[in-house]
């Protein structure tokens, strides 16, 4: 038989492979075998039920959008001196005892975010998801899975052990940190998840510094950590809170950010054993209140996720005033998350009509995810000239966001970036429904095809790859074929991944996160150039077959921008959060997604039968026993609806 020529099927097609992947996932298994408790779980990884497409239902914002009172600077003051002040006391808390802090954590988090609470809430702020509270509900199992990882870190005294580390040619180490155990191999069947170590780091890997230290009877104080929560996303704010208390042993003063202010209560709720115990607290304001937390004499660090301009004006006084200042106007260590102009390098290759589908949908998915503002929002498709599927792949994109639901614009800004976007590109295609009936502003998907890499690289026509437009638009950016390549299909294909890889670090402004879409049989065609695309990107987080989006639900990996930005151009930021297994020199994570999953993912930005999956999938990703109490109940809720 290995004589006879054989046809080769796109990367995608129903042949063996996928049906071995589907076997080897919980759904595939069910349908092999027939135990009930295997039925029972198969939900995990089997496609949602079919469900009707609800009609958009746009919430009362007017009642909506009330806001928590700004705290009087008396009162902030007060504050930080009492959360200060338990500083020294948090540095000796025992690894038990925060794991007890922590898995206390998990039930508050589920009852807060249950029909009518904090999920509801969030999505009625930001206008209709089509799925009701769906998505928010989706978007908080990334808090679920950070307190229980961190939960069992401190189980294993600040160093749990990773499931293997491996070491690159070139001396790199690379951790293999996941998915770990049953309900995670079902949750993400077929997938990987890495973190690389910065290329000196130590051999072996060391981890949980502050609790090495504290077992040699030298426990570290780290101060008051002022914390800037995100205006897009709150779980943001409670990540940011639990990796400045566990990693680097300080209490923090959480301020909210004026757009999610709404969510302070809950989150306050959800932190109730921190906040008890007096290690965290929360405030509310403005610019008057940002500003007096930076410049508080108590407070020894600030961590923000926002812009660079807010950066600049923490570290410099101000975007124009850094050019000739001789140093920071702060003493304080600042981290920052500043987000991108997220890229997806998406290969050539024997792609079927399936899986540019099924790329085409993730793509657009995360574009079209929280209205679009996210730092990790599909902004740039880096296509080849050469791919002969290349205009079906866009025309899949024109069709989807034509027929995504509409999503309120609720970021301040939204309408003058959509603007400026507009003046760069008029010939954009409007692709998207306008909603004249809803009660804000949407703004309608956006797509510009065809802007050349040669252009770009020479500075021209680049608004696309330069400026965060944080509204519903999406780009592309095509490579022209390499005449040095010849009609080689290979050769191409090689030159358009090392270019592509030097245009998404060079011309794209930030460097968080970035996706790699490369099929298997490119893969296997060229392995050395696929191997060097993952290692090359300077991105703080590589996601291969996926949406960039992934890296920063999968909180085992660090979530950072590339080490290395300059202050004075500090791009996506500096320092990291996540890493909840506390490796000390993180460069970067890298998760590896199977080329097609058989079910519709969690992130799918209209999926059907969402509302009845997302509250079970949450318990069992809180408790990860399939076959505890908690566990069997997620289930009976399930298969009852």
């Avoid at 690389?196 to 101060?223: I, M």
Wanted: with cysteine.
């Amino acid at each position: 038989r290995e004589a006879l020529p054989r046809r080769a099927k796109p990367d995608g097609c129903m042949g063996c492979a996928p049906r071995l992947a589907g076997a080897m996932s919980l759904g595939g298994l069910m349908a092999a075998t027939t135990p009930p408790f295997l039925k029972a779980a198969a939900f995990l990884a089997a496609p949602f039920k079919k469900a009707a497409r609800a009609p958009t239902r746009w919430p009362r914002l007017g009642d909506a959008r009330a806001s928590e009172p700004p705290t009087p600077l008396e009162e902030v003051d007060a504050i930080v001196k009492r959360v200060a002040g338990k500083s020294a006391q948090w540095a000796r808390v025992p690894c038990e005892e925060r794991a007890r802090m922590l898995r206390d954590m998990l039930p508050l988090i589920i009852n807060e975010l249950d029909a009518g609470g904090g999920a509801a809430l969030s999505a009625e702020h930001k206008g209709s998801y089509g799925p009701d509270c769906a998505e928010e509900g989706f978007i908080s199992a990334c808090v679920i899975m950070a307190v229980r990882e961190y939960a069992e870190c401190m189980e294993a005294g600040g160093r749990p052990k990773p499931l293997s580390v491996s070491t690159r040619a070139d001396g790199q180490q690379v951790v293999h940190v996941g998915p770990i155990g049953a309900v995670e191999n079902m949750t993400f069947p077929g997938y990987r998840f890495e973190q690389w170590l910065l290329p000196n780091a130590a051999k072996p890997p060391t981890q949980g510094r502050v609790y090495r230290a504290a077992d040699e009877g030298r426990p570290v104080d780290g101060g008051l950590a002022v914390v800037l929560g995100a205006g897009n996303q709150w779980v943001i704010s409670m990540l940011d809170a639990l990796h400045v208390l566990l990693a680097e042993n300080r209490v923090a003063v959480v301020k909210m950010n004026p757009v999610n202010e709404h969510m302070g209560p809950a989150c306050r709720r959800m932190l109730a054993p921190f906040v008890e115990g007096g290690f965290v607290e929360f405030v509310y304001g403005g610019i008057e209140q940002g500003v007096h937390l930076t410049k508080h004499a108590q407070a020894a660090s600030v961590h923000l996720t926002g812009s660079v301009g807010t950066y600049d004006a923490i570290v410099w006084g101000g975007s124009g005033k850094k050019a000739n200042a001789e140093k920071p106007i702060t003493d304080k260590a600042v981290t920052a998350e500043l987000g991108c102009v997220t890229p997806w390098v998406i290969a050539p290759g024997n792609w079927s009509d399936a899986a540019i589908e099924y790329h085409a949908r993730n793509a657009v998915a995360l574009m079209v995810n929280n209205a679009s503002h996210n730092c990790n929002a599909t902004k740039v498709l880096i296509t080849s000239a050469t791919w002969e599927k290349r205009e079906q792949f866009l025309d899949t994109v024109r069709r989807l966001l034509a027929e995504a639901r509409p999503r309120i614009a609720y970021y301040p800004g939204a309408e003058a970036n959509y603007k400026k976007y507009m003046a760069a590109y008029p010939d954009a295609e409007v692709l998207g429904a306008h909603a004249p009936d809803a009660p804000g502003l949407v703004v309608p998907w956006t797509f510009k095809s065809g802007v050349s890499a040669d252009d770009v690289d020479a500075g021209k026509n680049d608004l696309c790859c330069t400026f965060e437009p944080w509204c519903g638009v999406l780009s592309e950016v095509v490579v022209p074929e390499d005449p040095a390549a010849g009609s080689d299909r290979d050769a191409q294909t090689k030159s358009f991944l090392n270019r592509a890889v030097a245009l998404a670090n060079e011309r794209c402004f930030g460097n968080l996160s970035c996706s790699l879409i490369v099929p298997p049989s490119t893969q296997r065609r060229c392995p050395a150039e696929f191997d060097a695309a993952v290692a090359g990107l300077k991105y703080g987080s590589v996601v291969v077959n996926g949406p960039s989006s992934l890296a920063f639900a999968i909180s085992r990996t660090c979530w950072a921008a590339f080490p290395g930005n300059d202050t004075r151009d500090i791009q996506s930021g500096c320092g990291h959060v996540h890493n909840t297994m506390l490796f000390d020199e993180p460069e970067k994570g890298v998760v590896h997604c199977p080329w097609m999953e058989g079910k519709v993912p969690f992130w799918d930005h209209d999926p059907p039968n969402a509302k009845n999956l997302w509250q079970p999938t949450l318990h069992l990703l809180a408790y990860k026993q399939l076959f505890s109490g908690q566990g069997m109940a997620a289930i009976r809720r399930v298969i009852l609806n």
